[in-house]
């Protein structure tokens, strides 16, 4: 159990932070206003995760300007993306433990 346990990550123990990685690996980038509307989270919320996600370095960013506004648009690193996969299958691991415990106590009942 300990083994399995070592391989989760505590940056995506958050619902937001996970969600922001679910949403990037699955897409090349997001933009800061497409991440707030998948997430239905606030400005401040979304962008205290993001940094945190940065200083994790999972994720960088890139400024441009659409007309005049500004854009920030967000995308995992290499290193995020091996992250999030290695907290995935440690996630799977446990729910396969926790599965054939249950089936264990089953047939022993």
């Not at 940056?11 to 937001?16: D, K, L, M, Q």
């Not at 940065?54 to 659409?66: A, M, Q, R, V």
Request: charged residues 30%.
């Amino acid at each position: 159990m300990k083994e399995v346990l070592k391989d989760l990550d505590k940056a995506f123990e958050n619902r937001t932070r996970l969600g922001i990685m679910s949403a990037l690996v699955v897409n090349e980038s997001l933009d800061f206003n497409a991440l707030k509307d998948l997430l239905g989270v606030t400005d401040g919320n979304l962008a205290s995760h993001l940094k945190s996600l940065e200083k994790s370095k999972y994720i960088n960013f890139k400024k441009d300007f659409l007309g005049r506004k500004p854009n920030t648009t967000y995308f995992t690193t290499t290193k995020g993306i091996d992250a999030f996969k290695k907290h995935l299958k440690a996630i799977e691991r446990l729910l396969k433990l926790k599965f054939i415990s249950i089936i264990k106590q089953s047939q022993n009942a």
